[in-house]
């Protein structure tokens, strides 16, 4: 009998380049199938709908809530973002193990439904240096900067309930560690 796939989570706050290493994780080698996500929020820059996210209206968002199709989804920044769960248990039901780019209180909720999902979080070298880094990226005010910041102190508080942490003081080096996470799960007998 095939065995199901496996579910790969990780969670970072706002800035820590949570995107950009998946997007590398996946393209790696390590047999990850994408998620995707559906999302309320405007596209930004050279996004594209069925690439990056899939782009709903609000009202269509909640409608799905109401009948059960996401896997997890939260509201965060005043948009919604989530999982379809056909999708999900598509992917694990012919044996592929999916990455999930979810928050804390989404990988909170997965982990229940599926206890051996793997959880890792990402944390920024500092939080100085996500100050700086969603200052670079010049797509917030300062107010906006202070409201992810303090989201970020309360995403962190979870670190410890993760499985791996892995600390993207280093792009190349924070890849390397992710990928290793995957390939040591993926040889554990289950």
């Not at 050279?46 to 009948?67: L, M, Q, T, V």
């Not at 051996?116 to 990402?122: A, C, E, H, K």
């Not at 906006?144 to 309360?154: D, S, Y």
């Amino acid at each position: 009998m095939k065995q199901k796939g496996r579910i790969f989570i990780i969670s970072a706050p706002s800035g820590c380049g949570k995107t950009t290493l998946c997007d590398k994780l996946l393209t790696s080698g390590v047999g990850l199938a994408r998620s995707f996500s559906v999302t309320t929020r405007p596209r930004r820059g050279e996004e594209a709908n069925g690439r990056d996210y899939y782009f709903a209206a609000s009202a269509e968002f909640k409608k799905g809530i109401k009948e059960g199709k996401f896997l997890e989804w939260t509201s965060t920044f005043g948009w919604y973002y989530g999982t379809p769960r056909s999708f999900a248990d598509g992917i694990l039901e012919k044996g592929r193990d999916l990455l999930l780019s979810i928050d804390v209180k989404g990988a909170m909720n997965v982990k229940k439904m599926y206890p051996d999902s793997v959880l890792i979080f990402i944390m920024p070298p500092s939080m100085r240096e996500l100050r700086a880094r969603l200052e670079k990226r010049n797509a917030d005010d300062k107010k906006e900067i202070e409201k992810r910041l303090r989201t970020a102190r309360k995403e962190i508080s979870f670190a410890g309930r993760y499985d791996y942490t892995v600390v993207n003081d280093n792009m190349k080096r924070a890849v390397d560690r992710l990928k290793a996470i995957v390939v040591a799960e993926k040889n554990k007998e289950r």
